[in-house]
Nanobody
């Protein structure tokens, strides 16, 4: 079992920045990849970014050049640095951990609202 807890969401103006954090605990040795997903109102959940144990990263086109995913294993924390935020980035952001046998674990989500 892996427990995930997101923090760092909030209200930000267009063009602003936020850094999301995800503290993870439990059977962390079984984690293969970690990532951030989001669900906007009326839309399906989509992957924002993912990072493997080897440090390889994947980004959705919507966040390339603006978002950076990173992982601090010493602190058991996953981050998502979001810059140049747009109103269309408004969503609930979820932290995800996937085990080596493809079991998914999810956090409770954190709301990000981009509005003037």
């Amino acid at each position: 079992q892996v427990e995930l807890a997101e923090s760092g969401g909030g209200l930000v103006q267009p063009g602003g920045s936020l850094r999301l954090s995800c503290a993870f605990s439990g059977s962390v040795v079984n984690i293969n990849t970690m990532g951030w997903y989001r669900r906007a109102p009326g839309k399906q959940r989509e992957r924002v970014a993912e990072i493997t144990n080897a440090g390889h990263t994947i980004y959705a086109d919507s966040g390339k050049g603006r978002f950076t995913i990173s992982r601090d294993n010493a602190k058991n924390t996953l981050y998502l640095q979001m810059n140049s935020l747009k109103p269309e980035d408004t969503a609930v952001y979820y932290c995800n951990a996937r085990s080596f046998w493809s079991r998914n674990f999810w956090g409770q989500g954190t709301q990000v609202t981009v509005s003037s």
